[in-house]
C-alpha cells in the first residue's frame, strides 16, 4: 500500500534562518507531488506542484521554493524565512490518469517563525 | 479560475442526528471533480467522498453523502448520524481540467461540533 511521511512535524525557527521540510512517497512511482500551506484557521492554499523529477510548478510568488531530487522525494525549502511564512505545511501525492484523483496527504509539518 | 465557497464558518450538531454542511462551486470546465476531506485537531487530511460532474447518482460513502446539484454548482456534505468522532474541520475542493498537475482548489473549511 501507499504512505506518505513527512517531517519534521513541528519546528520552531528564527526569522531569517533556512527551512527545509521533506516529504517521501512509498508504495507508487511518478505520483504528483504538492505541496499546501494551512494558516491558522483558514484553507489550505497550493504552493507547488511537481508531475515529473525535476519538473516544479509554482502557484504562489513568495519566499519559498521546492525541489524533486527523486520521483518520489519532495522538498520544500526556504533561504531566510519571514514570520508570514509560518503556518502549517501539508505535502500530498496523487496519480492520474486513473482513479478519482483524490490527493492523500501526509502527517503536516508545523512551522512557527519568531 | 475556480471558485470554492463554503459559507459556514462553524457548526453545531446533536449527537445521532443528520448535518448538512454547505458548500458551492465556480468553474468554466465541462468535467471536474468534487471532493470533501476532514481534518481533526490532529491536522491530517482525511479524504472523504467524491463526486465527478458527469455522475448521475449522488456519491455515497458510509454515513457520508454528497448532495450534488449540478445546476445550482453545488456540492453539500450530509453526514447522517452524527458521532462525537466527527468533530472536525470539514473542507469542500475542486479539481478542475484546465492547466496541468491535478490540483485541487480547497475552500476554508467549515468546523463541525457534535455535542451529546
Known amino acids: 500500500s501507499q504512505t506518505i511521511h513527512q517531517w519534521p512535524a513541528t519546528l520552531v525557527q528564527p526569522v531569517g534562518s533556512p527551512l527545509s521540510l521533506e516529504c517521501t512517497v512509498e508504495?507508487?512511482?511518478?505520483?504528483?507531488l504538492y505541496w499546501y500551506r494551512q494558516a491558522a484557521g483558514r484553507g489550505l492554499q497550493l504552493l507547488f506542484y511537481?508531475?515529473?523529477?525535476?519538473?516544479i510548478s509554482s502557484e504562489v510568488p513568495q519566499n519559498l521554493s521546492a525541489s524533486r531530487p527523486q520521483d518520489r522525494q519532495f522538498i520544500l525549502s526556504s533561504k531566510k524565512l519571514l514570520l508570514s511564512d509560518s503556518g502549517f505545511y501539508l505535502c500530498?501525492?496523487?496519480?492520474?490518469?486513473?482513479?478519482?484523483?483524490?490527493?492523500?496527504f501526509g502527517e503536516g509539518s508545523r512551522l512557527t517563525v519568531l | 479560475a475556480q471558485k470554492i465557497t463554503q459559507t459556514q464558518p462553524g457548526m453545531f450538531v446533536q449527537e445521532k442526528e443528520a448535518v448538512t454542511l454547505d458548500c458551492t462551486y465556480d468553474?468554466?470546465?465541462?468535467?471536474?471533480?468534487l471532493f470533501w476531506y476532514k481534518q481533526p485537531s490532529s491536522g491530517e487530511m482525511i479524504f472523504l467522498i467524491y463526486q465527478g460532474s458527469y455522475d448521475e447518482q449522488n456519491a455515497t460513502e458510509g454515513r457520508y453523502s454528497l448532495n450534488f446539484q449540478k445546476a445550482r454548482k453545488s456540492a453539500n456534505l450530509v453526514i447522517s448520524a452524527s458521532q462525537l468522532g466527527d468533530s472536525a474541520m470539514y473542507f469542500c475542493?475542486?479539481?478542475?481540467?484546465?492547466?496541468?498537475?491535478?490540483?485541487?482548489?480547497f475552500g476554508t473549511g467549515t468546523q463541525l461540533k457534535v455535542e451529546l
Open positions: 500530498a501525492w496523487s496519480v492520474l490518469p486513473g482513479g478519482t484523483g483524490e490527493l492523500f
Open positions: 511537481s508531475v515529473g523529477i525535476g519538473q
Open positions: 475542493a475542486m479539481r478542475g481540467h484546465t492547466g496541468g498537475g491535478n490540483k485541487l482548489t
Open positions: 468553474t468554466s470546465d465541462q468535467s471536474y471533480g
Open positions: 508504495g507508487t512511482s511518478n505520483p504528483n
